[in-house]
């Protein structure tokens, strides 16, 4: 029998399953019984099965700049990352308060901007942000809702504790992944499942609709939901399919929709049929030829004239850019105090702000020791670690800030959670994970409990987005901490 | 139902029914092949040519290939990517349809159609394609008939699956004519006669490749003969793959759509696809061998075509 543990190191991190070498946490007893018990050759059985089932599925990812061929899996990790529920219902408390605060933000800033005023955020920042919407300003978007649909990006450091990196308030994507790697651990693991008594994640498709149905202008009982894509080719088109199809509604290109005298319309084989609510997948620049990036295909000239006089929503709204702005992150835990008067539950990374004196010059001193991220870009794009960069490197990016300090922010470099991943084909290694829950916003705020777990599957990598070598794990959030005592009956 | 989606519904089911019937064809003429490998003299690639001509691509074919030779025949219909209507491009490109329209055919009919491309993609199929080209055929036959079958099992049988079926049964008909077609351009080796021993064996070539050898046999119970090979394809009413069949079929699918009854239309693919119909069940065989079989069947063929424009003009076009 092999234990595939046995030579497991936990390396000076914290190991979300080991407290010390040989010392597994609670939540995690089960799991490692069940792998001792465990032949290899199970093991690797179970795995391909896994992976046949991705891609028979077809679950794939498209990488752009690929001579490999455009389609990919995305690699699937079959241990679970497992979080007791205790753990989770603090998180969760951390995200509701952060998207609570983001979305007031949001219609203060369009609106009387009262934390600029007050002087919590200085003004150039909003001003001189990429995403931000002038066009927008005293724009009522329908129930005040600007965040529908939030990927918060989580870490814990070398202490365990919960850091938010960012939010991502305007196209989050990796749902999907998070349905359908259930999906296969179900397949893979159904007893273990059933023995950790996981909370489900499946209502997510039907907590979404409610949330898109929930925003549609007035007037409009039974409203028509659609979910508006690039098309086949954005790298994330399996999951918009994927949610169009778990919904039931249509899933749209631009060429398929026409706005006229302020409405949308879809053509269909019976004529045009109109439309009420935009779940679009699409970024703001590209949403409306007439309005914002003129060479636009994506989109529908006439689209946010629509939006405009409300006879259309779009989920997100228009402009929530500017509210995951990597330099207005940082403001997000005074946006907590100032707007709701408590201590934010989950606390940002340390950040430098170029655009700030005293942070610019610390930034181009210790550059070697930071990561420093661009503040508009995401994916892992425009992004420096500093301890894995050459000195050339590092050169570019201290020009780059000098050029630009108001795009480019720094943050020590976090010594990321790590979990144990089955690596190379050979041995259990701990591997730098993360945690990106999906917020709803609505009628109320829900939660899907859990999430996506990316790990950077290469060795000693801090970065985990997909595009950059990353996989994913099931995210098990326990539906309670301590197994009910013997004999007590459900 | 979005135009757009109706359009792809409409090409994945012919792209697969198309990998499908090249499939028999080739099929059938590898068994053939066979059968004349000790009589034929000369060039065996000989037999190949009426394929190539029935899909009218000649030129093209002769572009591809240094040595156009059998092999090379095969391998123009079978794996070429460069050739748009070989198996493997038309089995991609009923995927690439399949995978914009997700949302509308059940889950079971993707992962099928995604199999079918795993498998043709990958270098199994090239292994199994050399060491046995028949049993290579009949997995794309089995794929296919696995498709079509999940699609009536698992999918909602309105307006989709109507697309669906108008796709499969314009694609089938137009096929059929073309096989029954090749049979034209056979030559018969010198010294046989009309009706002789090899005349007949290619009549059932041409009927096995439309799996209708048993079927025809329980129908006209003597002697396969040329007309009656012919009277079976074309006008039988019943045989799932005749002209006829088909026909009816894709009107029938026609109709549904627009609610409208079938002795009537409300636009211009039903108008044209009622008259073929009217023409397909009321035409006698000695009247299309009078007017000629090649040119009977060319008018079959032009006429899928105009139906084929005129439902896109009805339901797919943008405005």
């Known amino acids: 029998m092999p234990d595939f543990f046995r030579d497991y190191e936990v390396g000076g991190f914290y190991d979300e399953m080991f407290a010390a070498p040989g010392v597994v946490r609670p939540h995690y007893s089960k799991l490692l019984e069940r792998f001792k018990q465990m032949e290899r050759e199970e093991f690797d059985r179970k795995r391909s099965l896994a992976a046949s089932t991705f891609l028979t599925q077809g679950i794939t990812f498209t990488v752009y700049n690929d001579d490999q061929g455009t389609e990919r899996i995305f690699p699937f990790d079959l241990i679970p990352r497992i979080i007791p529920a205790q753990e989770w219902e603090t998180v969760e408390r951390g995200l509701v308060q952060r998207i609570t605060a983001l979305n007031l933000f949001l219609h203060d800033i369009y609106h009387s901007q009262s934390i600029l005023r007050d002087g919590v955020i200085p003004k150039n920042i909003i001003w001189e942000a990429v995403h931000f919407r002038p066009e927008f300003m005293h724009f009522d978007v329908p129930r005040n809702i600007y965040i529908h649909i939030c990927g918060t990006d989580l870490i814990r450091d070398g202490d365990g504790n919960y850091l938010v990196l960012e939010d991502n308030a305007r196209c989050p994507s990796g749902v ?50 659609v979910l508006l894509t690039p098309g086949v080719y954005n790298s ?45 997948r699409i970024n703001d620049d590209y949403l409306d030829p007439q309005v914002f990036r003129k060479d636009s295909g994506l989109g529908v000239p006439g689209l946010v004239k629509a939006y405009r006089e409300g006879n259309v929503s779009l989920a ?173 009956t459900t | 139902m979005l135009s757009r989606v109706a359009d792809s519904l409409y090409w994945m089911s012919r792209y697969i029914e198309r990998a499908e019937n090249n499939a028999r064809i080739a099929e059938v003429n590898l068994q053939l092949l066979l059968d004349f490998a000790n009589q034929q003299e000369g060039d065996p690639q000989q037999q190949w040519d009426p394929i190539i001509s029935s899909l009218e691509e000649n030129e093209f074919f002769a572009s591809l290939y240094d040595r156009p030779d059998g092999r090379a025949a095969i391998d123009f219909i079978t794996l070429q990517k460069e050739n748009p209507n070989s198996i493997c491009s038309c089995i991609s490109l009923a995927r690439e349809n399949a995978r914009t329209t997700r949302e509308q055919i059940s889950s079971e009919m993707w992962e099928q159609i995604n199999r079918l491309y795993l498998f043709v993609t990958s270098d199994a199929a090239a292994d199994l394609l050399r060491d046995s080209a028949y049993e290579f055929f009949r997995r794309i036959i089995a794929g296919s008939h696995l498709f079509q079958g999940i699609t009536d099992a698992t999918m909602n049988q309105g307006e989709g699956w109507d697309f669906i079926r108008i796709g499969k049964f314009i694609e089938r008909a137009d096929s ?108 006698t065989i000695g009247d299309i061998f009078k007017f000629g079989l090649h040119q009977y069947l060319e008018t079959i063929q032009r006429r899928l075509v105009e139906i084929n424009n005129a439902m896109h003009a009805t339901y797919c076009a943008r405005t």
Request: glycine residues 8%.
């Open chain 2, 176 to 283: 059929t004519s073309r096989i029954l077609d090749v049979k034209y351009h056979i030559l018969l080796p010198s010294g046989e006669s009309v009706g002789g021993n090899v005349d007949i064996i290619q009549w059932m070539a041409v009927l096995k490749s439309c799996s209708a050898l048993e079927a025809y046999r329980k129908v006209y119970v003597d002697q396969v003969a040329p007309w009656k090979v012919a009277e079976f394809l074309i006008i039988d009413s019943e045989f799932p793959r005749s002209i006829r069949f088909c026909v009816e079929s894709l009107d029938g699918a026609l109709h549904r759509i627009s609610g409208t009854g079938e002795t009537d239309y409300s636009n211009e693919a039903e108008r044209l696809s009622g008259r073929l119909r009217s023409d397909v069940v009321y035409i």
């Open chain 1, 176 to 225: 999907s992944y998070v349905l359908e790697n259930r999906q296969a651990m179900k397949r893979v693991f159904p007893t273990l499942l059933a023995q950790h008594r996981v909370r489900p994640v499946e209502d997510y498709s039907q907590e979404l609709l409610n949330v898109l149905r929930y925003v549609a202008p007035e007037g409009k009982p039974d409203p028509t939901v």
């Open chain 1, 236 to 280: 994330a088109y399996f999951e918009h399919s994927f949610l169009a199809r778990s919904m039931g509604i249509e899933i749209v290109e631009g060429r398929d929709l026409v706005a006229r005298d302020g409405c949308v319309f879809m053509r269909t084989t019976k004529g045009e049929k109109a439309v009420d609510v935009i779940y679009r």
């Open chain 1, 316 to 488: 997100n709204a228009i402009g929530t850019g500017i509210a995951d702005d990597k330099v207005v992150y940082h403001f997000v835990p005074k946006m907590i105090r100032y707007y709701l008067g408590e201590d934010p539950i989950l606390p940002n990374v340390p950040t430098y702000l170029a655009s700030e004196k005293s942070d610019f010059a610390y930034i181009l001193e210790h550059i070697e020791e930071l990561v420093v991220k661009a503040a508009n870009e995401s994916g892992g794009y425009g992004m420096l670690i500093g301890p894995q960069s050459t000195r050339a490197e590092c050169d570019e990016f201290r020009e780059r800030v000098r050029a630009n300090p108001r795009d480019y922010v720094a943050q020590p470099v976090v010594p990321l959670s790590r979990a144990p991943s089955f690596c190379d084909d050979t041995a259990m290694e701990g591997r730098h994970v993360d945690l990106r829950p999906y917020i709803l916003y609505g009628e109320k705020v829900t939660i899907v409990p859990g999430g996506l777990t990316r790990v950077a599957l290469r060795r000693g990598s801090l970065v985990v987005n997909s595009s950059q070598g990353g996989g994913s794990k099931d995210t098990w959030i326990l539906d309670q901490d301590e197994p009910p005592a013997n004999g007590t």
